[in-house]
């Protein structure tokens, strides 16, 4: 099987930082597409940062110029650094891995536990 979980949430001021951490263990051949979500009460999952297996980034227009995803391959290791952050960005984050088990397998879905982060003005 393969484990996803989070760290770094917590409770910081308008205009702070914080930086999350996700780590991947298991049986794990490699990666592919690794993102972060979030879901804010009442709203629905969006799709806050993802990163590919070149490195290749894409970001949610709010958050853009902000937050910076990052990964560590060797690890199995993906970061995402929040600055300036704003009470909207206040929801549980959740990290999402697709993972090959093995050489010729396919990839899978695995979801992390979510992690809290809340903003306050």
């Known amino acids: 099987q393969v484990q996803l979980v989070e760290s770094g949430g917590g409770l910081v001021q308008a205009g702070g930082s914080l930086r999350l951490s996700c780590a991947a263990s298991g049986t794990i051949f490699s990666i592919n597409f690794m993102g972060w979500y979030r879901q804010a009460p009442g709203k629905q999952r969006e799709l806050v940062a993802g990163?590919?297996?070149?490195?290749?980034?894409n970001y949610a227009d709010s958050v853009k110029g902000r937050f910076t995803i990052s990964r560590d391959n060797a690890k199995n290791m993906m970061y995402l650094q929040m600055n300036s952050l704003k009470p909207e960005d206040t929801a549980v984050y959740y990290c999402?891995?697709?993972?090959?088990?093995?050489?010729?397998?396919?990839?899978?879905?695995?979801w992390g536990q979510g992690t809290q982060v809340t903003v306050s003005s």
């Open positions: 990163i590919a297996t070149g490195n290749t980034t």
């Open positions: 999402k891995m697709d993972v090959r088990r093995q050489a010729s397998g396919p990839h899978f879905q695995y």
